[in-house]
């Protein structure tokens, strides 16, 4: 099992910026990758983010790249989401992700909500 704990929520304005963190404990060792997903109200939750430790390959969805980065430390099974630009329509609960495997569903925090006011 792995546990994720994320923090680095909060309320900002349109325009700021935030740092979420989520540090994984348990069985981590060569895990494939970790990420980032979120979920609006009344929305399906959604892919961010997400980093491969083999190379450290990244890809994020359309809506945060340029905005947002990913980045990580294996050694540390920690993994940092770097949001700047925030906009009203980032709002949402932001959910750690990492998977031991490639394929599979993988496990999850408890999740973060990030708030941006216009």
């Known amino acids: 099992q792995v546990q994720l704990v994320e923090s680095g929520g909060g309320l900002v304005q349109a325009g700021g910026s935030l740092r979420l963190s989520c540090a994984a404990s348990?069985?981590?060792?060569?895990?494939?990758?970790m990420g980032w997903f979120r979920q609006a109200p009344g929305k399906e939750r959604e892919f961010v983010a997400r980093?491969?430790?083999?190379?450290?390959?990244?890809n994020y969805a359309d809506s945060v790249k340029g905005r947002f980065t990913i980045s990580g430390d294996n050694a540390k099974n920690t993994v940092y989401l770097e949001m700047n630009s925030l906009k009203p329509e980032d709002t949402a609960v932001y959910y750690c992700n990492c998977r031991l495997f490639f394929g599979t569903s993988g496990f999850w925090g408890q999740g973060t909500q990030v708030t941006v006011s216009s």
């Open positions: 348990g069985r981590t060792f060569s895990s494939y990758d």
């Open positions: 980093i491969r430790w083999s190379g450290g390959s990244t």
